[in-house]
């Protein structure tokens, strides 16, 4: 998604002919790499370097992070809300979605952001979330052992109006493409970062990101518009095993 909005969107704004520019997604999950190859998205990011390729990249460097003086992001696409660091973790997307959508149905501001009831390493974890009256059945699931045991429970009747679904275990802190630990207790240690993280921003909600409304101001319209859908969904095809 990045990688086509920043070839479309940034270039235009930012002056800059697409073929002069090379995007790198900087990720922890080591399915990217195949991600940058489908057809479907040709084009879109050019290389793609795992989280541990790149901790092992600043070593060799030797660069001193802790020592780098700090400077702002670039803008249209340099500002992040704490919703979106909360995507890293079991649980983050769904509690993302939650903060936007209560708001966007209630029409009134949260007064308690935090959706703790989607939060924790349970391996499926189901919560019943009450909004303006509607009352919302989410579950979430980490680990493919822990998605293939919710979909048997859905495939014998139990219904859920919104359900998340992450390969790795913890979620993308988990990825496979993660600096590897020694630690038992690392993807605690993971999680509790990431939302301290969020804790500690200003701006806490998808929806509120002035550069995101930019986005869909100057270019992508609305959600669900014909650009929007073009370049931030990805089909998928059956394939032979």
């Given amino acids: 998604m990045f990688g086509a909005v920043a070839k479309t969107y940034y270039a235009k704004e930012a002056g800059i002919d697409p073929k002069d520019m090379n995007i790198v997604s900087i990720m922890p999950c080591t399915a990217k790499k195949f991600e940058a190859k489908r057809e479907e998205m040709a084009g879109d990011v050019d290389y793609v370097l795992t989280t541990r390729e790149l901790a092992s990249i600043i070593k060799s460097a030797g660069i001193d992070f802790l020592n780098l003086e700090?400077?702002?992001?670039?803008?249209?696409?340099?500002?992040?809300?704490?919703?979106?660091?909360?995507?890293?973790?079991?649980?983050?997307?769904?509690?993302?979605?939650?903060?936007?959508?209560?708001?966007?149905?209630?029409?009134?501001?949260?007064?308690?952001?935090?959706?703790?009831?989607?939060?924790?390493?349970?391996?499926?974890?189901?919560?019943?979330?009450?909004?303006?009256?509607?009352?919302?059945?989410?579950?979430?699931?980490?680990?493919?052992?822990?998605?293939?045991?919710?979909?048997?429970?859905?495939?014998?009747?139990?219904?859920?109006?919104?359900?998340?679904?992450?390969?790795?275990?913890?979620?993308?802190?988990?990825?496979g493409g993660q600096p590897i630990s020694c630690d038992d207790n690392v993807l605690e240690k993971r999680q509790r970062a990431i939302y301290q993280i969020d804790s500690n921003k200003k701006l806490r909600k998808s929806h509120e990101n002035p550069y995101i409304k930019k986005l869909y101001d100057d270019y992508l319209e609305k959600p669900g518009s014909e650009t929007a859908h073009k370049l931030l969904h990805t089909k998928y095809k059956v394939r032979k095993i």
Wanted: net charge negative; with cysteine; hydrophobic share 40%.
């Fill in 70 to 175: 700090e400077s702002e992001y670039d803008e249209l696409l340099g500002v992040s809300s704490g919703a979106a660091n909360i995507f890293g973790t079991t649980g983050g997307v769904m509690e993302a979605a939650l903060r936007t959508a209560t708001e966007l149905i209630t029409g009134h501001e949260l007064e308690k952001i935090d959706f703790e009831i989607v939060r924790g390493l349970e391996g499926i974890k189901k919560a019943e979330i009450e909004i303006d009256g509607l009352k919302l059945k989410a579950a979430v699931a980490h680990g493919l052992g822990n998605a293939r045991k919710l979909m048997e429970m859905i495939k014998a009747g139990e219904e859920f109006d919104f359900v998340e679904f992450m390969a790795c275990p913890g979620g993308c802190m988990g990825g």
